[in-house]
C-alpha cells in the first residue's frame, strides 16, 4: 500500500528558512519522479517543484525559483523541500505527490509565513 507522508511544516517569520520532508512507503521510490504543490488559502493548487528519479533535474514555479529546493534520498525514500527568503505569500498546505503513473498524494503540512 502507497503511504506518503509529509512532515516539516510550522510556524515561520518573514525571511526565515524551513524544510519539508515527505517520506514514502509501498513502492519502489527511486523509479519514480517526486513533486511539491501547495495550496494557498483562496487559490488554486500550484505545482512548485518537480525532481526526477535520480535528482539529476528539478524543475520550479516562478514564484520560487531561486529560493526552494527541492532534493531527494533514494536511500531514504524521501524527498525534500528547502525553503528560504520565505514570504507571507508562501503561506499554504504543501503537498507531496509521487511522480506518473502513481500519482499518489500526501495529506500536506501548514506552512504560516507571519511575523
Known amino acids: 500500500q502507497v503511504q506518503v507522508v509529509e512532515s516539516g511544516g510550522g510556524l515561520v517569520q518573514p525571511g526565515g528558512s524551513l524544510t519539508l520532508s515527505c517520506a514514502a512507503t509501498?513502492?519502489?521510490?527511486?523509479?519514480?519522479?517526486m513533486n511539491w504543490h501547495r495550496r494557498a488559502p483562496g487559490k488554486e493548487r500550484e505545482l512548485i517543484a518537480s525532481i526526477t528519479t535520480t535528482g539529476t533535474r528539478t524543475n520550479y514555479a516562478d514564484s520560487v525559483k531561486g529560493r526552494f529546493t527541492i532534493s531527494r534520498d533514494n536511500a531514504k525514500n524521501t524527498v525534500y523541500l528547502q525553503m528560504n527568503s520565505l514570504k507571507p505569500e508562501d503561506t499554504a498546505v504543501y503537498y507531496c505527490?509521487?511522480?506518473?503513473?502513481?500519482?499518489?498524494w500526501g495529506q500536506g503540512t501548514q506552512v504560516t509565513v507571519s511575523p
Open positions: 509501498g513502492f519502489v521510490f527511486s523509479f519514480y519522479p
Open positions: 505527490q509521487v511522480g506518473p503513473p502513481l500519482g499518489s
